[in-house]
């Protein structure tokens, strides 16, 4: 244990991204696989109902007490909001009603937003695609922390607070790391937020209100689910730097889990990723990856090893816009 040395840098590779590859050699031996493309006929009627759930769960909480409006926004409420901000990740890659249909996608990400309570959907769109393209990326991809990050919460204690900041580095590193002129529907995104806001407190009061953005704020936080954001690139053996989780919970959250197989194919929708698993078992198989939110968690909080800095970074040369 005396020997175990806290990192004081990111992992530096001089490679390009893993997926690539491995995507172009299943495409050559499965090219079924491509049958997996294209929409999910069925995401947007579950969006819808859990959009409904939760306009129901402001109208029963309006007279509750605020411990309890607490409680059920992180037991219950803020589950389901960040269930629907997956709903949105898959939504950014056009799997609700096709490619063809881009601007049905970006306006059913604003309605899945309704719940989450502060404007979310085009801004993630905006940003996640860098993530896609350049994985890893320096200054490109906002998925990897800061040098502040990696070097200031770097004990148990500090490691456990940033988990339970990750909303606002989620939110403020793209303004630094990678700032980008505010766009049309980022502005549309948050008039229909705002405007939604404002009605639920007309018709209900505060208490819903809070009860929605208080939910987002905490099950975006700690909290189970949340073990995804760690799971999915940070570090845990040296080379690997994307991961797939096979647990329960990605019965509520859109297969994330299956991350691997996302990178390796993003327009394939969360409900068709274990086929691609299934197909071309002998690229996953033998990867490593993890059963446990909770115990991702608990090992990044733990282990001296394990911080904001166990990430992998490369330099990227920027696509040319066509």
């Known amino acids: 244990m005396g020997n175990r040395v806290t990192r004081d840098d990111f992992e530096w590779v001089y490679t390009e991204q893993p997926h690539t590859q491995r995507r172009k050699e299943i495409l050559a031996k499965y090219p079924e696989i491509k049958s997996l493309m294209g929409p999910d006929p069925h995401l947007k009627w579950i969006v819808s109902g859990m959009?409904?759930?939760?306009?129901?769960?402001?109208?029963?909480?309006?007279?509750?007490?605020?411990?309890?409006?607490?409680?059920?926004?992180?037991?219950?409420g803020g589950?389901?909001?960040?269930?629907?901000?997956?709903?949105?990740?898959?939504?950014?890659?056009?799997?609700?009603?096709?490619?063809?249909?881009?601007?049905?996608?970006?306006?059913f990400a604003v309605f899945a937003n309704l719940p989450i309570g502060i404007p979310y959907s085009a801004s993630f769109k905006k940003y996640h695609i860098d993530h896609h393209r350049y994985l890893g990326g320096d200054g490109l991809d906002v998925d990897i922390p800061t040098d502040f990050?990696?070097?200031f919460f770097c004990t148990p204690l500090r490691k456990l607070?940033?988990?339970?900041?990750?909303?606002?580095?989620?939110?403020?590193?793209?303004?630094?790391?990678?700032?980008?002129a505010i766009t049309r529907m980022e502005i549309l995104n948050a008039l229909v937020q705002f405007s939604i806001d404002l009605i639920i407190y007309?018709?209900?009061g505060l208490k819903p209100v809070i009860y929605l953005i208080a939910g987002t704020i905490l099950c975006l936080g700690f909290h189970p689910i949340s073990g995804h954001f760690i799971a999915e690139h940070y570090m845990f053996l040296k080379g690997y730097e994307t991961y797939s989780y096979y647990g329960p919970l990605n019965w509520l959250t859109f297969n994330v889990g299956y991350h691997?197989?996302?990178?390796?194919?993003?327009?394939?929708?969360g409900c068709r990723l274990p086929m691609v698993r299934k197909i071309a078992a002998e690229y996953y198989d033998n990867l490593p990856h993890h059963q446990s939110w909770i115990r991702v968690l608990w090992d990044f909080v733990f282990d001296d090893t394990l911080g904001p800095y166990s990430r992998v970074k490369r330099l990227c040369k920027l696509a040319k816009e066509s």
Not at 54 to 76: E, M, N, P, R
Not at 164 to 179: I, T
Not at 260 to 269: A, T, V
């Open 202 to 204: 007309y018709l209900w």
């Open 260 to 269: 691997m197989e996302h990178h390796d194919f993003p327009s394939i929708p």
């Open 51 to 76: 959009v409904f759930m939760q306009l129901l769960a402001c109208y029963l909480v309006k007279d509750l007490s605020w411990k309890w409006i607490f409680f059920w926004a992180y037991a219950f």
């Open 149 to 151: 990050e990696g070097w």
């Open 161 to 180: 607070l940033w988990l339970f900041l990750q909303p606002l580095f989620y939110s403020l590193r793209p303004l630094y790391v990678n700032p980008k």
């Open 79 to 107: 589950c389901i909001n960040h269930s629907l901000t997956l709903a949105i990740h898959d939504i950014s890659h056009n799997v609700a009603f096709g490619n063809k249909q881009a601007k049905w996608n970006r306006w």
